[in-house]
């Protein structure tokens, strides 16, 4: 800290705009103890062979032969540049309230506003057009999109010295 202040620099949290273009989540906005890791698209880290037991194995068990009633989606937003978001936006479909954005902010290096929402499963679907009432600005057609926006298979950074 003391060797940072004559230069300005001081601790930050992770840049909001990676975080969601790498399909990073942050707790507390986009999954809390109201989630479980099958919503949230986190179930390739449930080990379903595990011979020990644990805490949740059965509810566990229960949700991946269920299935879930709501996913937390990826979503891209239309129209100009928006700021990242305080508070959970409502997400429309048909005029009613479905879900809510979680976490939405521009991507300069994708030229667009990308985000999550939790939905109903029946609405999660990629291409799915909803409706983001972001206040104190406007609607916004918004449209489901697979997550991570940057990186899928995980490839940067790269090493790039030669073997």
């Excluded at 936006?89 to 290096?109: D, L, Y």
Aim: charged share 25%; glycine share 8%.
């Amino acid at each position: 800290m003391e060797a940072g202040r004559p230069h300005h620099i001081r601790p930050t949290g992770p840049s909001d705009i990676r975080r969601i273009e790498a399909g990073i989540l942050n707790w507390g906005a986009d999954i809390t103890l109201q989630d479980n890791v099958y919503e949230v698209g986190l179930e390739r880290l449930v080990d379903a062979d595990k011979r020990a037991d644990y805490i949740g194995r059965d509810a566990l068990k229960r949700i991946a032969a269920e299935g879930v009633t709501r996913k937390l989606a990826g979503i891209e937003i239309a129209g100009s540049r928006i700021e990242m978001n305080a508070t959970r936006w409502p997400v429309k479909a048909g005029g009613k309230t479905v879900g809510q954005v979680t976490s939405a902010i521009f991507s300069p290096r994708l030229k667009k506003n990308i985000g999550y929402a939790m939905l109903p499963a029946a609405h999660a679907a990629f291409g799915t057009t909803l409706s983001v009432e972001i206040p104190d600005v406007d609607a916004r057609n918004a449209t489901v999109a697979a997550k991570p926006f940057v990186d899928p298979n995980k490839e940067i950074p790269k090493n790039l010295t030669p073997a």
